[in-house]
């Protein structure tokens, strides 16, 4: 089984809609991050958390949020989605013995369609 | 803030050839270096990095990178690239102090034909 799980791997919605991506982790990482990924632009940090009860906005939170409901788990929410949110989002871990040198871990990615 | 710079978008080699991909990172602190890979249709996956001393690291299917401080560089090389080596290439730096977050390049896309 993978270590980094995301759901639904494929979505296509309509503006206006709410939408919430999930990450899953099996690794027992406590850092998880949020990052989009757009053709020509690399990967964005979009939130991250160190732990359940510590959340962070990354480069481009605006009409993002996020919940981390325990250790394994992080969920992205696009409260109103919005055509220029249509990308490839990806769910990363990394263990939090090391610090900044870590390797991060990602998911398969979820392909959002916003319509 | 840190920030990394993949000038080449799409890096077309025949296979056998050798190959560099281009890294360059601005930073007012000490920063680790890092390269991930992407094959098609997956996520990301770390390919190798530079944490401190030797400044040439090296990845299992012969990739290697060499750490170049007054540069400001970490150009990824492979002196014979193969078939399953196409995918997308990304250069990342993290800022010792930062947490683990990573600040991505926008990534070359290395296009191996026969």
């Known amino acids: 089984d993978a270590d980094v799980t995301q759901t639904p791997r494929n979505r296509i919605t309509k503006t206006g809609k709410r939408i919430m991506l999930e990450c899953s982790q099996t690794?027992?990482?406590?850092?998880m991050y949020w990052y989009r990924q757009d053709p020509g632009l690399g990967l964005r940090l979009i939130y991250y958390s160190f732990d359940v009860k510590d959340i962070n906005k990354g480069e481009i939170s605006d009409g993002y949020s996020v919940s981390r409901q325990a250790q394994a788990k992080f969920s992205l929410s696009l409260e109103s989605a919005i055509p220029n949110q249509t990308a490839l989002y990806f769910c990363?871990?990394?263990?939090?013995?090391?610090?900044?040198?870590?390797?991060?871990?990602f998911g398969p990615g979820t392909r959002l369609t916003v319509l | 803030a840190q920030s990394v710079t993949q000038l080449d978008s799409q890096v077309p080699v025949f296979e056998e050839a050798p190959v560099e991909l281009r890294c360059n990172y601005s930073s007012s602190v000490s920063v680790y270096l890092f390269w991930y890979v992407q094959y098609p249709n997956q996520g990301l996956q770390l390919l190798l990095k530079?944490?401190?001393?030797?400044?040439l690291v090296e990845s299992i299917n012969g990739f290697e990178a060499e750490f170049n401080k007054s540069q400001t560089s970490f150009h990824l090389r492979k002196p014979s690239v193969h078939i399953s080596d196409t995918a997308e290439y990304f250069c990342a730096v993290s800022e010792a102090g930062g947490g683990n977050k990573l600040t991505f390049g926008t990534g070359t896309q290395l296009k191996v034909e026969l």
């Open positions: 530079y944490l401190s001393g030797s400044t």
């Open positions: 990363a871990t990394s263990d939090l013995a090391g610090g900044a040198y870590n390797e991060q871990f």
């Open positions: 690794k027992g990482h406590d850092r």
